[in-house]
């Protein structure tokens, strides 16, 4: 008989009834019940009901233990007596009778309790994070984690598409984020960088003519953290792919990223192929976001026209300027003044001055109004908006918005560049607290033509907005001839259920469009031969055309696992302020080890 185990305690059932069997694993829960001891005993495979009664020899041993003592048992396995079983566990027909037990590793006082799922505090959790993975469910996410990453791995490969791994230390490069730097002692003042992206490499191995690229690519990148971003580290499923355009794209990772969640929904639906391809400048008009939740069906609409000139003199004198619009943010079932003065006071809460609302209603049904005209039909608008601009412009308001009465619609109004990101915050709101989305499903969508550049206001220039080595849609006689800021690229997001899920775009291969497009950044030829030479040089001897894209594997996970936090799905993650409670990083470095690498210390002032 093996040392530890003759099964996992997820293996037996009615078939091993009057076997006899060794199992090892942890004390999940101890039950007395009337002197008689139960132990569901758990290891990585499931739980095994252990029975000690007083006439078993070991019930002396099994009087002391005490949860999440690690613990080896024999005895025979026999069926739950008629009543008794849990038909909700693979092992729920049988249970085994000890007879023997050993103590492998015992367990002190727990900081965290590891059976049930009640809620601690994060920093506890992660300073004792080899606990915390204990718990079924965190468990079960990283298992589901390895699982989803073996499907599009599998995926890959049938696609065609060959494994890579390149470089973790690597030169520093501008992707939009700063870099952790490695310092180097064989080269004193020069510095390695951890890669924010597998990028250059993987359109180096295009030049090198392997054609099909992925990895399950760790990436670097030392920014603030927040609930959808990990700090420090984080997955992506990268890929590259020779001689295509962006429908190739496409048409190759829909069905790889499409089949991982089937397979993993549980049954919830999934957005079948084609999925929509959303303009960017679209995305931002009917959602306020460029990764909308489609599940939402509010859809936002310019309604400008219908306060010009009118009585509401806030958004009438707005309007004179030409750049500025009112949106609409259609709100079906929102009708009640209750619901609107709390999503007015919650926009206020975001540091806007308020959310103008028409709340509609049934002419014929309403009391003051038939007071006034025993004979009133239609639908009318109550607020502020409504009494200012009359009922001929509420109607067209209504009928543009397809609401009726019980409805409500409410308005935001300004410069569309600075209002819409609230206004699609508005949205969600509106979506969750109405709940108009359905929330068992996945909804996706390629969200396309992103602006190449935009206008940095702090620093008053213009900067890449996505990926710096997309080629603009037009290629070299758009950066030379177009206004920089009109021009789109060929870059692409998947969205899904309101996270940015990938990214990617066709690759600018051409060196002299390469270097114009970094000019209108504000880099020089010399600057991208210095800092991009590597890729640079290639572009010279036979670039084909390529293009890609990075899926988040973090956040495929946590949509599937239905958590809100990337915390609940990576194994030893970094809290809020980038520490590694765990292993106490980061941590100093030592007086030798900084003299090694010829690195002075000049520490801030407490």
Known sequence: MHRYRTHTCGALTVDDDGAPARLSGWCHRIRDHGGVLFIDLRDHYGLTQCVVDPDSPAFGQAEKLRSEFVIRVDGLVRRRPAGTENPEMPTGLIEVYVREIEVLGPAGDLPLPVFGDQPYPEDTRLKYRFLDLRRDRLHQNITLRGRVIDSLRARMKAGGFFEFQTPILTASSPEGARDF???????PGKFYALPQAPQQYKQLLMMAGFDRYFQIAPCFRDEDPRADRLPGEFYQLDIEMSFVEQEDVFEAMEPVIRGAFEEFSGGKPVTPSPWPRIPYAEAMRKFGSDKPDLRNPIVMQDVSERFLGSGFKVFARLLETPKNEVWAIPAPGGGQRTFADRMNSWAQSEGQPGLGYILFFDRARDETTLAADPKATGVGGRGPLANNIGPERVEAIRVQLGLKAGDAAFFVAGDPDKFAKFAGLA??????????????????AWIVDFPMFEWNEDEKKIDFSHNPFSMPQGGLTALQDIDPLQIKAFQYDVACNGYELASGG????????MVKAFEIAGYGE???????GGMYRAFHYGAPPHGGMAAGVDRI??????????????????NQRAEDLLMGAPSPATAKQLRELHIRLNLPEK
């Open 181 to 187: 730097l490695v310092p180097s002692r064989l080269h």
């Open 427 to 444: 949205r969600t709101k509106l979506g969750q607290d109405l709940k108009l989305a359905d929330e068992n499903r996945f909804e996706f």
């Open 506 to 513: 066709i690759r600018n291969h051409r060196p002299e469009a």
């Open 526 to 532: 010399e600057t991208v031969i210095e800092r991009f």
């Open 557 to 574: 996970v946590m949509l599937l696992a239905g958590e809100q936090n990337l915390r609940e799905v990576a194994l030893f993650p970094m």
